[in-house]
């Protein structure tokens, strides 16, 4: 099955800083690849997403970029504000029926 | 309604005692999913339903017993836990459950905190 590893686990940056999260999967057949962002005592939500067949996907401030070769992708979040603060999960895999998580960074951004 | 309603919010049961939890949502989805999450750690899959049946139960115990009475609910029968199944358990949904060539990304609920006394 899947195996997921996330670094950091623990990321703390100034406002206005970049952050980066990086991910590695095992199971070279995954294709689709989330991150949740999960507040202190909320749901996860689910900020952006990026298919295989794609190298780089960005929403404002937040981007992800997949090296399928290494098996690796990241999220890279720009101009960090003191609301990006929480929990980022990141997830891989090749369907809903066989998703699996990173063990999560906790972000916290210093105003 | 772009929600997944869960309920109770706080459960607290003896080891001895049946309860259920709830999950709701009318977003037409047609893939419902139950996770695990203990405290600092991601959440874990349980059961994925797809089109009301069960397709995957990741070795869960017994004492935990999915049901899916319709497109919209899904429940999580709750019989003789244990303290370690303390944890907060979040129901999620998706337009599908995704194939090679599509794929969808979680509606989370906002979790049930079950704690097991």
């Known amino acids: 099955g899947e195996n997921v590893e996330q670094h950091p686990s623990t990321l703390s940056v100034q406002e206005g800083d970049s952050a980066v999260i990086k991910c590695t999967y095992s199971d070279s057949a995954s294709n689709y690849f989330p991150w949740y962002k999960q507040e202190l005592g909320k749901r996860p939500q689910l900020i952006i997403d990026?298919?295989?067949?794609?190298g780089e996907k960005k929403d404002q401030r937040i981007a992800v970029t997949l090296n399928k070769t290494a098996k690796h992708f990241s999220l890279h979040i720009t101009e960090t504000q003191p609301e990006d603060s929480a929990v980022y999960f990141c997830a891989a895999g090749r369907n809903n029926n066989d998703m699996r998580f990173g063990a999560g960074t906790r972000l916290t951004v210093k105003p | 309604d772009t929600e997944v309603t869960q309920t109770p919010k706080h459960l607290v049961m003896g080891m001895t005692n049946k309860k259920s939890l709830k999950c709701e949502q009318h977003?037409?989805?047609?893939?419902m999913y139950w996770y695990k999450q203990k405290a600092k750690k991601p959440p874990e899959l349980m059961f994925v339903y797809s089109y009301e049946k069960l397709s995957i139960n990741e070795s869960v115990p017994s004492r935990f017993s999915p049901e899916c009475p319709n497109s919209s609910l899904l429940n999580l029968h709750l019989h003789a836990l244990q303290p370690e199944d303390s944890a907060l358990y979040l129901c999620?949904?998706?337009?599908?459950?995704?194939?090679?060539?599509?794929?969808?990304?979680?509606?989370f609920g906002s979790g049930t905190r079950l704690t097991v006394v």
């Open positions: 977003m037409g989805h047609r893939a």
């Open positions: 990026i298919r295989s067949n794609v």
């Open positions: 999620a949904s998706s337009q599908e459950v995704g194939t090679g060539l599509s794929h969808y990304g979680y509606t």
